[in-house]
């Protein structure tokens, strides 16, 4: 700081036997003038510097900034846990449905099969019915045009027999 303002007043007195020097207003030449001492005032003290962070300082933040990435990272951790947590209980739940959901599909087949094969059952029992009343009928027929041809055979071959 010494040398800067020695520097200075150097430069100044300099610049002022110079500018004395190329004046227009003395044509006479001009001696250079001894150096005049110029006290320049004191310059203003350097602002105090900012006190570098402690390395304690420094560690205390990282350490707080450690601390917060463990709780955000365990924060991440709970909520990913849980959501897997969940969408296992779903699809077991989404499992047993399904389950559920067969389990009353085939229960629904079995009733409905056991319906057409009662309706079965019915009808064939109907049809046997029918079929036997049909054979009934023609055995009766049968029975009636045979009676009838004896009767008009007996009635043509001889008549009466009775007479």
């Known amino acids: 700081m010494k040398k800067t303002r020695l520097s200075l007043a150097i430069l100044a007195s300099f610049s002022v036997a110079l500018l ?7 044509k006479d030449t001009a001696q250079p003038a001894p150096a005049p001492v110029v006290e320049t005032p004191a310059a203003t003290p350097a602002p105090a510097p900012v006190p570098a962070p ?9 350490e707080e900034f450690k601390t917060d990435t463990r709780e955000a990272a365990q924060d991440a951790k709970e909520d990913t ?14 499992k047993e449905d399904s389950k559920d959901g067969a389990e009353d599909a085939k229960e ?4 409905r099969a056991e319906e057409i ?3 079965a059952a019915e009808l064939a029992d109907k049809v046997a019915d029918d079929a036997s009343h049909a054979a009934t009928a023609t055995n009766d027929a049968i029975k009636e045009a045979a009676a009838k041809a004896d009767e008009a055979i007996q009635n043509a071959i001889g008549g009466d027999k009775a007479e």
Do not use: G, W
């Not at 402690?54 to 990282?62: D, F, K, N």
């Not at 846990?81 to 989404?94: G, H, I, S, V």
């Open 20 to 26: 004395a020097a190329c004046s227009e207003d003395s």
């Open 81 to 94: 846990q849980k959501a897997a947590e969940d969408l296992k209980e779903k699809a077991e739940e989404l």
């Open 54 to 62: 402690t390395p304690t300082q420094m560690e205390v933040e990282a």
């Open 117 to 119: 094969k009662d309706k």
């Open 108 to 111: 629904s087949i079995k009733e």
